[in-house]
């Protein structure tokens, strides 16, 4: 027997009741996610404890983001990387990068974020040529064509020991198929096979259910 959606829901909210209280930042910025440009495509409550949890585990003090949209996951992981640490946020859109630093000031970590507005690759780039110090943890989760060229953004500006972890790599279901004509599944499909073949990186996928639907995540340890 499958759940159905609603149950996954149910069970997500009552994970989040039970482990993962927001205050009102947190629900301001998820809300306000609605306003941006990619309506509820934030991460849920316990996704992005997941994400401040592998902070705190990598001990990471140092992270750089991949889309910032309203700053809902921003907000997790510079609370994560603690007053000393900084956070990088990359957006394409300055109506976002607005939403998210009104979120960020509510929840007391403006002062440890950068959000850069543009095309994440080309401000990506820019911290390469700038010689910007290596970041322990990369979360990317922005247009899903990208992602190859995030990931390889991302070795660029990461050391052995650095964690990343792309968003929504399932695609409901479609990550499977090596026809798809549609370019997010193709993004997906070809990081992961870099990830595959590269010797300096330990990789896993994980299916996930719950209140944003069928996704997924993969996680990766940068080993050299
Ligand atoms: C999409 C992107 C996201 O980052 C997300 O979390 C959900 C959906 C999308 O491109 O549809
Ligand atoms: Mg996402």
Same mark, same amino acid.
Request: aromatic share 0%; glycine share 10%.
């Given at each position: 027997m499958y759940a159905s959606e609603e149950d996954w829901r149910e069970v997500d909210a009552y994970f989040v009741d039970t482990l993962v209280p927001e205050d009102e930042a947190l629900i301001e910025a998820r809300e306000s #996610?609605?306003?941006? &440009?990619? +309506?509820?495509a934030e991460v849920a409550p316990n996704q992005g404890k997941l994400l401040a949890m592998l902070c705190h585990i990598a001990g990471a003090t140092r992270v750089l983001e991949f889309g910032?949209?309203? #700053?809902y996951s921003t907000v997790w992981l510079a609370r994560a990387v603690g007053e000393k640490g900084r956070v990088t946020s990359l957006e394409l859109e300055e109506h976002n990068a607005a939403i998210a630093r009104m979120n960020l000031e509510r929840a007391g970590v403006a002062d440890r974020v950068d959000v850069l507005v543009g095309p994440a690759a080309d401000s990506a780039h820019r911290l390469i040529e700038d010689g910007a110090e290596p970041y322990d943890f990369v979360f990317i989760d922005a247009d899903k064509p990208s992602n190859p060229e995030y990931l390889r953004a991302a070795l660029a500006l990461t050391h052995p020991g650095s964690v990343i972890v792309i968003d929504n790599v399932v695609r409901n279901g479609a990550v &499977?198929? +090596?026809?798809? +004509?549609?370019d997010r599944v193709q993004g997906v499909r070809t990081v992961l096979a870099d990830i595959a073949q590269d010797a300096r990186l330990e990789a896993t996928a994980l299916q996930t259910v719950g209140s944003k639907g069928w996704d997924g995540f993969t996680i990766i340890r940068r080993a050299h």
């Open positions: #996610g609605r306003r941006t &440009t990619m +309506p509820q910032t949209l309203a #700053g &499977t198929d +090596p026809d798809s +004509p549609d």
